[in-house]
């Protein structure tokens, strides 16, 4: 069932802008923060094994250490929340495992009948060939997070600005993230948009629909 029509969306998509300058005196209220916490949490990945954890800086402090990390984007202090995206740096048979127990323990059933569908994980991502790219693997999990909550937040008129620049060792060390087996990907500060943002009226630049997407 819709609940949203394609004119809405549109609206919504064309409505959000990589936002440049955040008013600082604007918050995003909790119950907001809630919906936008479940849709990280409800994002999909690659066999639902969720090799992610996302950190929510809201602390003045620590968000002004995270600015010089962050080629010094003014968005990471002036934001209400800042999400960086972290990911599993490996997995392992127990981490499979623990995602296996999660399973049983969501649908019901027994962890033995599951043991195929474990079997099958361990051979790709424990033992198979693409252990050797692990991190990259889980890298690219977190990204589909970020678009996630890129959408998610502006259908609920939440402006965000996705963010590369910024140095993923330095905000490992600041977050305290060594040792934790989660190393930091990317980031993205949420809150509303400045009234003085130009970028917000600025068009967009994207190729022509008929260079990008392909009817065969
Ligand atoms: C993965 C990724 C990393 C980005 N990193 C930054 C960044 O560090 N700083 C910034 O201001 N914009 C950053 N952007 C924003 C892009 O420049 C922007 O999304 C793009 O120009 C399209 O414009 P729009 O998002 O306003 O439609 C990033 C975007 C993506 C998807």
């Known amino acids: 069932m819709s609940t949203i029509t394609g004119e809405s969306l549109l ?3 064309n409505w959000r802008y990589a936002t440049k300058k955040f008013d600082a005196t604007k918050k995003i209220s909790a119950p907001d923060w809630a919906v936008l ?4 949490v409800l994002t999909a990945s690659s066999y639902g094994l969720q090799p992610w954890k996302f950190i929510v800086v809201t602390d003045p402090a620590l968000k002004a ?3 010089p990390a962050s080629w010094n984007q003014a968005q990471v202090e002036d934001c209400s929340h800042l999400v960086v995206f972290t990911a ?3 997995i392992s048979e127990a981490d499979v495992d623990r995602f296996i127990a999660r399973i049983a323990e969501v ?3 027994a962890v033995e009948s599951l043991a195929g569908y474990k079997g ?3 051979g790709d991502l424990v033992k198979g060939a693409r252990h050797a790219i692990i991190q990259e693997w889980a890298a690219r999990q977190t990204y589909i997070a970020m678009g996630n909550l890129l959408t998610s937040a502006a259908l609920l008129g939440i402006d965000a600005c996705p963010f590369e620049g910024i ?3 330095k905000y490992d060390e600041i977050l305290g993230l060594q040792g934790t087996g989660y ?3 990317a980031a993205c500060p949420l809150g509303y948009r400045a009234s003085d943002d130009k970028y917000a009226s600025v068009p967009k630049v994207r190729f022509e629909t008929k260079d990008v997407v392909e009817h065969r």
């Open 183 to 185: 190393a930091t990907v």
């Open 65 to 67: 250490k995270l600015r």
């Open 37 to 40: 916490e479940q849709a990280l």
């Open 120 to 122: 099958f994980m361990v």
């Open 11 to 13: 609206e919504q998509l």
């Open 88 to 90: 599993k740096q490996d």
């Open 107 to 109: 649908r019901g059933g």
């Open 167 to 169: 140095e993923p060792a």
